[in-house]
């Protein structure tokens, strides 16, 4: 046996044992984290549905504090010189709109599948603003 794959192994090993013990650490009950919840798949479309977006929010309290993410994928359905752009927020919602604490936008070109799943990351506040547009590119 090479000696390189024989110190391999037990590395390997003590690695997913490692990795084990922390995700196992992070899902205990005096964790600072709340349960995520998150809402169903929505989708919107723009420019008469040459592109889109599907999307998800989820939401949790750390440390008492509110945080709020998103996963999406975008679509192009039609080559006509335009390109998908959505613009994410994130924040906390105010019966006079959204007081921003994140912001990002995406872009998508192919008209042969989705993009990838996007995901924001978690941000403070208790919402996410989704807008998309076919844009001139």
Same mark, same amino acid.
């Given at each position: 046996?090479?000696? $390189?794959?024989?110190? &391999?192994?037990?590395? &390997?090993?003590?690695?997913? #044992?490692? @990795? @084990?013990?922390? #995700? &196992?650490?992070?899902?205990?009950?005096?964790? &600072?984290?709340?349960? =995520? @919840?998150?809402? @169903?798949? *929505?989708?919107?479309?723009?420019?008469?549905?040459?592109?889109?977006?599907?999307?998800?929010?989820?939401?949790? %309290?750390?440390?008492?504090?509110?945080?709020?993410?998103?996963?999406?994928?975008?679509?192009?359905? %039609?080559?006509?010189? %335009?390109?998908? $752009? #959505?613009? =994410?927020?994130?924040?906390?919602?105010?019966?006079?709109?959204?007081?921003?604490?994140?912001? $990002?936008?995406?872009?998508?070109?192919?008209? $042969?599948?989705?993009?990838? *799943?996007?995901?924001?990351?978690?941000?403070?506040?208790?919402? #996410?603003?989704?807008?998309? %547009?076919?844009?001139?590119?």
């Amino acid at each position: 046996m090479n000696v $390189r794959i024989r110190i &391999a192994v037990p590395c &390997a090993t003590l690695a997913a #044992v490692a @990795t @084990t013990s922390a #995700v &196992a650490a992070a899902a205990t009950p005096n964790s &600072a984290a709340s349960a =995520v @919840t998150c809402s @169903t798949w *929505k989708s919107i479309s723009a420019d008469h549905n040459s592109v889109g977006v599907r999307y998800m929010e989820c939401d949790r %309290k750390v440390g008492g504090k509110q945080q709020t993410s998103a996963a999406l994928y975008i679509w192009d359905n %039609k080559t006509d010189g %335009k390109y998908a $752009r #959505v613009n =994410v927020a994130t924040g906390y919602a105010h019966w006079n709109g959204l007081h921003q604490t994140w912001f $990002r936008y995406y872009s998508w070109t192919s008209t $042969r599948h989705h993009s990838p *799943k996007y995901e924001t990351g978690w941000h403070s506040g208790n919402d #996410v603003e989704v807008l998309i %547009k076919a844009v001139r590119g």
